[in-house]
């Protein structure tokens, strides 16, 4: 083999090796990532001081003997000096994930007024009662729960649950 051929091939090897090291660092940190997320979104952008960032909705749906989805609401602060984004405050949507009772729709993000809201749909899975729910994130870590309406009653039983407002439908994946 000729100096260029070889040359060649330790550039290659060098290039796979970290090819290699890099999808091994992507998949460990997705190992990590707990099953029972079924949504994550970052949205808007918030400012307190000199910290600036982005909100962060996680929906997660636990499994067990009674299924129910929970909801967090967190605040990630961007950083200018090439640093990892952190997270620096989170808050549990208590009025959800205290009850344990709901199923909810995949979030909808919406700008009003009051800001970004995050609107979603809850079922309770006992009495089968739908509340539409806005949650409008504001100095960090707190958030504002309002219902968006009147309670309904579920009317479609099936794996496909029809949404009021502006959502067509919305299909629960099952695992």
Not at 75 to 87: I, R, S, Y
Not at 150 to 158: D, G
């Amino acid at each position: 083999m000729t100096f260029r051929v070889k040359k060649v091939l330790i550039l290659l090897t060098v290039f796979y090796v970290s090819a290699v090291g890099a999808d091994n660092s992507v998949n460990a940190a997705l190992e990590k990532i707990s099953h029972q997320i079924a949504y994550i979104n970052t949205f808007g952008f918030w400012k307190e001081g000199k910290a600036t960032g982005v909100y962060r909705v996680i929906l997660m749906d636990a499994k067990g003997e009674h299924p129910h989805s929970k909801i967090f609401l967190q605040w990630v602060k961007q950083t200018d000096n090439g640093q990892e984004p952190a997270v620096i405050a989170m808050a549990p949507v208590d009025e959800i994930n205290n009850v344990g009772a709901y199923a909810l729709s995949v979030p909808r993000i919406l700008q009003s007024d009051d800001g970004y809201v995050v609107e979603l749909t809850a079922i309770n899975q006992y009495s089968r009662v739908v509340q539409n729910i806005h949650l409008v994130p504001t100095e960090l870590g707190r958030y504002r729960f309002r219902y968006a309406a009147s309670q309904t009653t579920e009317q479609v039983n099936a794996a496909v649950n029809k949404i009021p407002l502006k959502l067509d439908y919305y299909v629960r994946p099952t695992f």
